[in-house]
C-alpha cells in the first residue's frame, strides 16, 4: 500500500513557476513508477507526466513537454513536478499517482488513469491571465 501527500500548489501569474512535491508513504517507493496528472474544471483528466522507478525515463504531454520537468528522490521518498513558463491553460488540480511493474513505452497505457492504482488528494494550481 502507497499513500501519497501533494503540497507545493497555489496562486501564480502566468509566466511564473511552482514546484509540486508528492511524498509517499511505503517502503518499495523506489520500486514505483510516479507521474502525475491534471483535472481542470469541467474537462477530463489528463496525463502530465511520468517517471521510471530510478528515475532515468520519464514521458510528458505534449502540452506541458519543455516548460516542466518530473523528478525524483528515492532516499527521501518525494517526487516533484517543476512547472516554469505556467500559462492560465495549466490551471487545474494536480494528482500525483503511483503504480508498481513496468514503466510502459506505449502512450496507450501511461497516460491512461487507470493504469494507476494510487493517487493523492490532489493540490490546486491556479493561474492567473
Known amino acids: 500500500q502507497v499513500q501519497l501527500v501533494e503540497s507545493g500548489g497555489g496562486l501564480v501569474q502566468a509566466g511564473g513557476s511552482l514546484r509540486l512535491s508528492c511524498a509517499a508513504s511505503?517502503?518499495?517507493?523506489?520500486?514505483?513508477?510516479m507521474g502525475w496528472f491534471r483535472q481542470a474544471p469541467g474537462k477530463e483528466r489528463e496525463f502530465v507526466a511520468d517517471?521510471?522507478?530510478?528515475?532515468?525515463?520519464?514521458h510528458y504531454a505534449d502540452s506541458v513537454k519543455d516548460r516542466f520537468t518530473i523528478s525524483r528522490d528515492n532516499a527521501k521518498n518525494t517526487v516533484y513536478l517543476q512547472m516554469n513558463s505556467l500559462k492560465p491553460e495549466d490551471t487545474a488540480v494536480y494528482y500525483c499517482?503511483?503504480?508498481?511493474?513496468?514503466?510502459?513505452?506505449?502512450?496507450?497505457?501511461?497516460?491512461?488513469?487507470?493504469?494507476?492504482?494510487?493517487w493523492g488528494q490532489g493540490t490546486q494550481v491556479t493561474v492567473s491571465s
Open positions: 517517471i521510471s522507478s530510478g528515475g532515468g525515463s520519464s
Open positions: 499517482v503511483a503504480r508498481e511493474g513496468t514503466f510502459y513505452r506505449s502512450s496507450y497505457f501511461y497516460t491512461k488513469s487507470n493504469s494507476y492504482a494510487y
Open positions: 511505503g517502503r518499495t517507493f523506489s520500486s514505483h513508477v
